[in-house]
């Protein structure tokens, strides 16, 4: 369930560093800076716009997903045949009577995921091709929301700014 979640939030990460780029942090009270930081810029919009589109198509890309679900194939046999052995000594050291005693040494991850294990590396495969084709959907949508978010983004901010400043006026 988690490797999903992951899945669907990776073009949220991706387009975190695009989109946080005319981020300005001011440090104290929220203080204004220098006015040239807060003009609207309608190039940022198209700019944001775009960039989502660019994440759009790579996540559409088939080389892209076929790579991404050869990758998770590949880790996930890898993982499923990881040796447990020494883990579970450990594990037993530490907590007398917790482990199985009829795990063999040589067990593998695999051996304790059950008979379905040897189809996991495919199933997971196949799940992040499904996974891949809606977050390309969804890096779409994000794109032409973007702007909407920005003009919400500067609107919110001029309120704050203007409750701000009420707020001064009312202190005083």
């Known amino acids: ?61 088939p080389a892209t997903r076929y790579g991404v679900a050869a990758a998770v194939e590949g880790v996930t046999g890898a993982i499923m045949n990881m040796p447990i052995g020494g883990l579970t000594d450990a594990i037993e050291r530490a907590r007398p009577g917790t482990v199985d005693r009829r795990l063999p040494r040589d067990a593998r991850l695999g051996d304790l995921a059950g008979a379905s294990a040897d189809r996991l590396p495919q199933k997971m495969g196949a799940r992040s091709l499904e996974a891949m084709e809606m977050m390309g959907g969804f890096a779409r949508v994000m794109a032409a929301m973007m ?4 003009r919400m983004g500067r609107e919110m901010e001029e309120s704050f700014r203007a409750a701000k400043a009420e707020a001064k006026r009312n202190r005083y």
């Not at 975190?16 to 309608?42: F, H, I, L, M, W």
């Not at 702007?147 to 920005?150: A, G, I, Q, T």
């Open 1 to 61: 369930m988690r490797f999903k979640v992951f899945l669907f939030a990776l073009p949220l990460l991706a387009a975190t560093p695009v989109a946080a780029q005319d981020v300005v942090y001011v440090s104290g009270t929220g203080e204004p800076v220098e006015d040239a930081y807060y003009a609207p810029d309608d190039s940022a919009e198209s700019d944001n716009s775009a960039a989502m589109e660019e994440i759009a198509d790579r996540i559409d890309d």
């Open 147 to 150: 702007p909407e978010f920005e």
